[in-house]
């Protein structure tokens, strides 16, 4: 999966992998063996992205075991990847009330917040959660609210400490988009940081499609049409490769299917 996320673009990372995090609880000792058998089976639903099984089965759980922090914040990322992002809130915050879980419940609200358009309230829960783990996934997070929030300094000051801590080709690719911005809105002096942070993401990834069109508008404004041109074209075959691989991977996948079927035929 992770070569995919350099691969596709912003919009398409947004809609695929805001909510690929999976994270593996803790088991619980002392509940119901019925509600635990419930919450591995909602688990099983949630992993293959079966949401609406998922919710009924943490909700059995919950049922069972009203204080089943496990069963609030799985049902709460089922929730969310449904875009019910409201009950995903709750479940969260229910999961907060139980005191587990709580950095990435923080973190989980946090991104509901964030779809929801509530901006300040995923910064705050960003921010409770970086104080009780750090998270260099978190953090990139917190850095893109900011920018969506229109503070670009507190976004550059993110970036820059992500960047000491955790130099990644996402954290080069956030700040060099940052100057792009920058340099757009009339500080041109900002075109050659953002080009430097392009080119470190891409030496980084190299199949980062993304950071490869922006790179593009840089040597654009940089009045370099033959380079710019040369990153479209990259950018254009990556993002050709995934949409290939995943039709493979999707193809392949049905064809093992079928295949199993006919032995459990036979």
Avoid: C
Wanted: proline share 2%; aromatic share 10%; glycine share 4%.
């Amino acid at each position: 999966m992770r070569p995919l996320i350099y691969v596709m673009t912003p919009v398409l990372i947004l809609t695929i992998f805001l909510a690929s995090r999976f994270v593996t609880w803790d088991a619980v000792k002392g509940v119901d063996r019925q509600a635990q058998l419930h919450v591995q089976e909602g688990t099983a639903s949630l992993r293959s992205w079966k949401l609406p099984q998922a919710i009924k089965a943490f909700t059995r759980a919950i049922e069972i075991e009203p204080r089943y922090a496990e069963a609030y914040v799985k049902r709460g990322l089922a929730y969310y990847r449904s875009t019910q992002y409201k009950a995903a809130i709750a479940d969260y915050t229910e999961t907060l009330k139980l005191k587990r879980y709580q950095a990435d419940a923080y973190a989980s609200r946090g991104d509901a917040y964030r779809s929801l358009g509530d901006l300040q309230r995923a910064i705050a829960d960003y921010s409770v959660a970086l104080k009780r783990r750090w998270s260099v996934n978190v953090m990139q997070k917190r850095a893109e609210t900011y920018f969506k929030n229109g503070d670009t300094q507190k976004t550059l000051a993110e970036y820059d400490d992500l960047i000491k801590r955790k130099p990644t080709a996402m954290a080069y690719y956030g700040r060099g988009n940052v100057y792009l911005h920058l340099s757009i809105r009339g500080n041109e002096n900002r075109l050659k940081l953002a080009l430097a942070d392009l080119d470190q993401a891409i030496t980084l990834e190299p199949r980062f499609a993304s950071a490869y069109i922006s790179r593009a508008i840089v040597y654009t404004h940089l009045g370099d049409r033959t380079l710019a041109s040369q990153d479209n074209r990259q950018a254009t075959e990556l993002l050709i490769d995934a949409i290939d691989k995943q039709m493979i991977d999707a193809i392949q996948k049905q064809v093992m299917q079928a295949f199993m079927k006919q032995i459990h035929a036979f």
